[in-house]
């Protein structure tokens, strides 16, 4: 597709319950990042991948996140036992390889945990 | 400790006037990228700059990269109320090496009144 496309737009998760968020890359692009944005606008990065492979996962909380990139499918963020404070909105980028550093931004997913 | 500051947090001015906002670190930055968001949806990419003292302009938005590659201005001539956003700034760190996540500033909360 022309333009990164996240699902939901919106999810509500209960403390505890597992969320799931979706992000399908702009074709052709062969990298994928992950952003937290929470409160006060700050980005958090949280995850890269280079095509299926993880390239840099420095911001990723261990214990309760995991992200996937499989060919042939939408990438995928994943929170086991969410918590007040992963409300927040993540927004998933795509970009191409090579020099270029332009990211494309998708809309985001807001995660509301009550 | 953000590795980017923005300044100033918030700016409300009426339409025609000028403006700055800045976007200061100690590090250096092998690029920076601007950034407009509105609510409900991704960052959009404004411009890149990647050479100390780099001036960009596009239409009423001039982009300034400084010398030493540690911070930059966004000046904006005669504001619109179409102007009105979240404006954020995010760099590559000089020794990252091929890495390609942002550091992102807080932003600019611009709004301009008719």
């Known amino acids: 597709g022309e333009e990164v496309a996240q699902t939901p737009k919106h999810l509500v998760r209960g403390e505890g319950q597992k969320a799931k968020l979706y992000c399908a890359p702009i074709k052709g692009h062969s990298y994928v990042f992950w952003y937290q944005q929470v409160l006060k606008n700050e980005f958090k990065f949280l995850i890269s991948?280079?095509?299926?492979?993880?390239?840099?996962e420095t911001g990723m909380p261990k214990e309760r996140f995991s992200a996937k990139c499989l060919p042939n499918s939408p990438c995928s963020l994943e929170i086991q036992a969410t918590k007040l404070e992963d409300s927040a909105v993540y927004f998933c980028?795509?970009?191409?390889?090579?020099?270029?550093?332009?990211?494309?931004f998708g809309q985001g997913t807001r995660l509301t945990v009550v | 400790t953000q590795l980017l500051e923005q300044s100033p947090q918030f700016l409300s001015i009426q339409e025609g006037e000028n403006l700055t906002v800045y976007c200061n670190s100690s590090?250096?930055?092998?690029?920076l990228q601007w950034y407009r968001q509105e609510p409900g949806e991704g960052p959009v990419l404004l411009v890149t700059?990647?050479?100390g003292g780099e001036v960009k302009k596009l239409k009423r938005l001039t982009f300034q990269f400084g010398d030493a590659r540690k911070d930059s201005s966004l000046h904006i001539t005669a504001a619109q109320p179409g102007d009105t956003g979240l404006y954020l700034c995010a760099g590559s760190l000089l020794n990252a090496g091929n890495n390609r996540k942002l550091i992102w500033g807080l932003g600019t909360s611009l709004g301009v009144n008719p």
């Open positions: 590090s250096v930055f092998s690029s």
């Open positions: 700059v990647v050479t």
């Open positions: 991948f280079q095509n299926e492979n993880v390239f840099d």
């Open positions: 980028a795509s970009s191409q390889a090579g020099q270029s550093r332009r990211a494309f």
